[in-house]
């Protein structure tokens, strides 16, 4: 059974940090470029940061420089670093394939406000 478990979203103020965690089925993570999107109210899913089984990584142009994705493949773990956050970060953030493949995991709710 595929699964995707996103955790570590939460309330931060602009300018703060979080680190958003993600299990996955080792058989999918094994393989797959792994991705982080998020979607914000009102707008449709959109794709965050990427990165091969090599670790090569790929990023919108709103989260350069502010924003890193890492894995840990012994774990099946993808990891989403975000620092300098901005109220337009505010969504939740979901991890799948890139491009996305498997049924979506129920999320985690960023919140960027003051």
């Known amino acids: 059974q595929v699964q995707l478990v996103e955790s570590g979203g939460g309330l931060v103020q602009p300018g703060g940090s979080l680190r958003l965690s993600c299990a996955a089925s080792r058989f999918i993570f094994s393989v797959n470029v792994m991705g982080w999107f998020r979607q914000a109210p009102g707008k449709e899913r959109e794709l965050v940061a990427q990165?091969?089984?090599?670790?090569?990584?790929m990023y919108a142009e709103s989260a350069k420089g502010r924003f890193t994705i890492s894995r840990d493949n012994a774990k099946s773990m993808v990891n989403l670093q975000m620092n300098s956050l901005k109220p337009e970060d505010t969504a939740v953030y979901y991890c799948?394939?890139?491009?996305?493949?498997?049924?979506w995991g129920k999320g985690t709710l960023v919140t960027v406000s003051s």
């Open positions: 799948n394939t890139a491009p996305y493949a498997y049924q």
């Open positions: 990165i091969t089984t090599g670790g090569t990584t």
